[in-house]
Structures are given as C-alpha cells and as structure tokens.
T-cell receptor, first 111, second 113 residues
Framework: QKEVEQDPGPLSVPEGAIVSLNCTYSNSAFQYFMWYRQYSRKGPELLMYTYSSGNKEDGRFTAQVDKSSKYISLFIRDSQPSDSATYLCAMLETSGSRLTFGEGTQLTVNP | NAGVTQTPKFRILKIGQSMTLQCTQDMNHNYMYWYRQDPGMGLKLIYYSVGAGITDKGEVPNGYNVSRSTTEDFPLRLELAAPSQTSVYFC????????????FGDGTRLSIL
C-alpha cells in the first residue's frame, strides 16, 4: 500500500468553479502537510503548508487536514485558467528526513 | 534572484554513458535535495544533503552519486546510465530543517536510449 494516495485526475472544470483536490495517507506519524503546484515543464512551488489538523486559508485557496480520517484536501474557489497545473500533496513526519509526495492531480480550468 | 538553477535542461544519453547533472542555489540554504519524477509517480528522493560535506541516501539512490563541497552546489552523478533512469530530475533547497519549504529548480529532462 502506498503511504500517500492522491486522486489521479485529470480534472477539467469551467472557470469560476470550486475545485476539490484530495489525498489520503496511511502513516499516522505524518504531522506536516503541504500542497505544491507544478506548471508544465517547471519545478513544483509551495502553495500551502499546514501543521496537524484544521483549516488554513490563503486567498482563494483553503487547505484542510483531518488527521482522524488521514485525509487532506485543497479547495480552490473561483478557479481561474491560471490555476491550470498539476497539484501535488506532500507529507512529513516530525522526525522524518524526507517528504512523501502524492502522484499529483492535473487540473485544467477552461475559460 | 536566480533561486535554484539546474543544467542542462535536456539531455539524451546512450546506455552505459555517464554524466553529471548540475545544481546551484544562491539562497545560502543549508539543505539540498535531488528528486526524480516519473509520469504518474510523484517525486522520489534520490539523495539529500544537510550541509557542505554531508550527504545521505533517499528512497531511490541506486545508480547515482552525489557530492557537496560547497553550500551552493550539489551535483548528481549518473554512472553507467540505464533506460530505467529516464526521468525528469529536480533539485531543491531549503533554509533549515526538513519542515522548511523546499524551493525547486525547473528540472533536467533526461532520456537514456
């Protein structure tokens, strides 16, 4: 079983839609949860970073962590064509030495 | 502000050849990392370094070597290239501990034929 599973996509939505991207994990030692955005032929860039359970909002983006269900989500409100990218979840144990990434979900927002 | 710079951007190798992927950062970050990204597989850590002179294996180190003689540079060496090493390679750096955000370069696309 993979430590981190991410909804595979691809996902195609109209401009203005609310997007939900999701990951589940099996390692209960994960404490740090991140979302990276990767544009085509570019390196990933950190989008959101949360510690433990709860919600974190940054503009149109909301990251949600539910440790009891081992489930994290990224919500994008009022999605824009510029949001079209691959989104990667990543997780880290408190004493860990490496990030564990999901496989990525490719999102296309159509004008 | 260049950030993390990787060279070359593209390369085609023949089986059995060797090469070095270059990575340099200008943010004075202590931690540096090498990942490979295969389609639909996320990123896998190859090697990482917590400072000059210190390196350690990640999840998929076989077939690769690294060195860290300066804070800025972290080259990745492929010896005896194999088709299984066809991938996109990303270098990243971060300021402090592993829980600090990692800054990525734009990758090197490597094909081995």
């Amino acid at each position: 079983q993979k430590e981190v599973e991410q909804d595979p996509g691809p996902l195609s939505v109209p401009e203005g839609a609310i997007v939900s991207l999701n990951c589940t994990y099996s390692n209960s030692a994960f404490q740090y949860f991140m979302w990276y955005r990767q544009y085509s032929r570019k390196g990933p860039e950190l989008l959101m970073y949360t510690y433990s359970s709860g919600n974190k909002e940054d503009g149109r983006f909301t990251a949600q962590v539910d440790k009891s269900s081992k489930y994290i989500s990224l919500f994008i409100r009022d999605s824009q064509p510029s949001d079209s990218a691959t989104y990667l979840c990543a997780m880290l144990e408190t004493s860990g030495s490496r990030l564990t990434f999901g496989e990525g979900t490719q999102l296309t927002v159509n004008p | 502000n260049a950030g993390v710079t990787q060279t070359p951007k593209f390369r085609i190798l023949k089986i059995g050849q060797s090469m070095t992927l270059q990575c340099t950062q200008d943010m004075n970050h202590n931690y540096m990392y090498w990942y490979r990204q295969d389609p639909g597989m996320g990123l896998k850590l190859i090697y990482y370094s917590v400072g000059a002179g210190i390196t350690d294996k990640g999840e998929v180190p076989n077939g690769y070597n690294v060195s860290r003689s300066t804070t800025e540079d972290f080259p990745l060496r492929l010896e005896l290239a194999a088709p299984s090493q066809t991938s996109v390679y990303f270098c990243a750096s971060s300021y402090g501990g592993i829980n600090q955000p990692q800054h990525f370069g734009d990758g090197t696309r490597l094909s081995i034929l």
